[in-house]
């Protein structure tokens, strides 16, 4: 009981500082960079390709150590305690829908006159190879493509902007999302220093500014975990390739434009609907727990699995690679390389008993 009393919180703050102290005694990585020299608007593929990548093979940031953290029970998350579970999610849900954190369904037609579906979907699939090159958080990520439309919804951009604003966009979320976020200068160099370092301050500053300084909102991912919570139910212990398709699949989403006019909420619950049904095609993809939880039934879901279904078997955005190769490694059981029936029945979307 003494021990309690005298426990210390560990905050965010203090966890930064740590990690901060410990970097000056690391080693320099061998990593390459990944610049996206430029976003053309090529019309003959299925979103778009990068025209052109630059490899820089100069190493800058220090490796940081692994820092051993401990493993959370599901009864030690507070999102997952069952007294405040349904509260969490109402309150996550009434977050998401308002107004004022979300992009508009159809910027592109309304509001851009520079940039297309296919320079945006360019841009996301790079800026994944910079999340994964920097270690970022994948929370990260999913804050960086939010950042972005919601920013494209209010605000004209000419299309050599458009990576400006992701980097800008990745460097704000990365100060919220993490530890030991990367400085500007990073951000500059990944880049191949096409920005400048006050280029990049003045739109971290408009950014922010269009998003009245509300940084934190639900994401895709944010509802994810409690999904693939219910859906691990039915296995006796836990189905990694189920927890892995199912960040695959989220991933692929971010790329398609289609898929911005769906809350988060019901994309990460498309994800589990189609993760399921590439798992036990002959199974029903959905159940009642799943339904209570989302609420959300199967026909509600049904637009947004065909996309995202499309999205698997290539037939959208596949000369947007960052994200298949990714998810190849065995390290995520090489769930990109898993394949789907080509069709979903009719039936899979009509509520089930079970």
């Known amino acids: ?190 880049t191949d220093n096409t920005y400048s370092k006050k280029e990049m301050v003045k739109m971290e500053a408009d950014v922010l500014k269009c998003l009245k300084f509300e940084m934190g909102n639900p994401t895709i991912k944010t509802f994810l975990r409690q999904f693939t919570k219910i859906a691990q139910e039915d296995y006796k212990k836990n189905n990694l390739q189920l927890e892995f398709l199912g960040y695959y699949l989220a991933d692929l989403s971010l790329l398609d434009y289609n898929c911005v006019k769906f809350l988060p909420s019901l994309v990460a619950a498309a994800v589990i609907f189609l993760s399921r049904f590439t798992l036990q095609p002959k199974s029903h993809p959905w159940c009642l727990s799943l339904q209570h939880c989302s609420e959300y039934r199967p026909v509600d879901l049904k637009e947004c699995v065909l996309i995202i279904h499309d999205l698997q078997l290539s037939r959208r955005g596949s000369a947007l690679t960052a994200v298949r190769d990714k998810y190849k490694l065995h390290k995520f059981k090489c769930v990109s390389t898993l394949s789907s029936p080509l069709e979903i029945t009719d039936s899979f979307f009509e509520d089930t008993r079970q």
């Open 1 to 190: 009981m003494a021990d309690q009393e005298n426990f210390v919180r560990v905050t965010r703050l203090a966890k930064k500082r740590a990690a901060e102290a410990m970097v000056q005694h690391l080693q320099q990585p061998n990593k390459k960079r990944v610049v996206l020299s430029e976003i053309q608007d090529l019309s003959n593929v299925g979103i778009n390709q990068i025209e052109n990548k630059v490899f820089v093979y100069e190493p800058l940031r220090p490796k940081c150590k692994q820092i051993t953290r401990r493993k959370v029970k599901s009864s030690d998350d507070p999102q997952m305690c069952s007294a405040y579970v349904s509260d969490i999610y109402d309150y996550l849900h009434q977050m998401e829908i308002e107004k004022q954190r979300r992009p508009l369904p159809d910027y592109l037609e309304k509001v851009q006159k520079d940039v297309s579906a296919n320079m945006r979907g360019v841009l996301v699939d790079w800026l994944v190879e910079v999340t994964d090159e920097y270690k970022l958080l994948s929370d990260t990520l999913y804050l960086t493509v939010s950042y972005i439309d919601r920013f494209l919804s209010v605000n004209v951009i000419p299309r050599k902007k458009l990576q400006l604003l992701g980097v800008s966009a990745m460097l704000i979320a990365a100060k919220y999302e993490e530890i030991s976020p990367p400085d500007v200068g990073e951000f500059c160099y990944i």
